[in-house]
T-cell receptor
């Protein structure tokens, strides 16, 4: 079993829809949680960063962490074609030197 | 301010050939990383350098070596390339380890025939 599981998609939604992207994990020692966005043929870039449980909002993006269920989500409101990309969740320990990435979900927003 | 740069962008090798992937960052970061990205596998850590002068193995280090040349530069070497090393390689850097935001380069697409 992988430490971090993420549905690869692809996920296709119409412009303006609310998008929900999710990851599950097995290691309860993870303390901080990230979402990276990767456009085609580019390197990933950090989109959201949260520590421990709870919600964090940044514009149209909301990251949610439920440590009791070992489940994290990224919500995108009023989705735009420019949001079309692969979204990777990532998780880290508080004192280790690496983060574990999910395999990524490919998202397409239809105009 | 270029961020993280990688050379080359593309490379085709024959089995058994060697090559070095170069990475440099201009953000004065202490930590640098090498990942490979394969379809359905996500990003997997090959090696990392927590600070200048130190390197450690990641999840998939076999077949690779690294050198932290100075604070700016971190190279990845394939001594005898194999088709299983066909992948996209990303270099990343961060201010410190322990999961702080990592900044990624544009990647090197490597094909081993």
């Amino acid at each position: 079993q992988k430490e971090v599981e993420q549905d690869p998609g692809p996920l296709s939604v119409p412009e303006g829809a609310i998008v929900s992207l999710n990851c599950t994990y097995s290691n309860s020692a993870f303390q901080y949680f990230m979402w990276y966005r990767q456009y085609s043929r580019k390197g990933p870039e950090l989109l959201m960063y949260t520590y421990s449980s709870g919600n964090k909002e940044d514009g149209r993006f909301t990251a949610q962490v439920d440590k009791s269920s070992k489940y994290i989500s990224l919500f995108i409101r009023d989705s735009q074609p420019s949001d079309s990309a692969t979204y990777l969740c990532a998780m880290g320990y508080s004192s280790a030197s690496k983060i574990i990435f999910g395999s990524g979900t490919r998202l397409s927003i239809r105009p | 301010n270029a961020g993280v740069t990688q050379t080359p962008k593309f490379q085709v090798l024959k089995t058994g050939q060697s090559m070095t992937l170069q990475c440099a960052q201009d953000m004065n970061h202490n930590s640098m990383y090498w990942y490979r990205q394969d379809p359905g596998m996500g990003l997997r850590l090959i090696y990392y350098s927590a600070s200048e002068g130190t390197t450690d193995k990641g999840e998939v280090p076999n077949g690779y070596n690294v050198s932290r040349l100075n604070k700016r530069e971190f190279s990845l070497r394939l001594e005898s390339a194999a088709p299983s090393q066909t992948s996209v390689y990303f270099c990343a850097s961060s201010e410190v380890v322990s999961g702080n935001e990592q900044f990624f380069g544009p990647g090197t697409r490597l094909t081993v025939l």
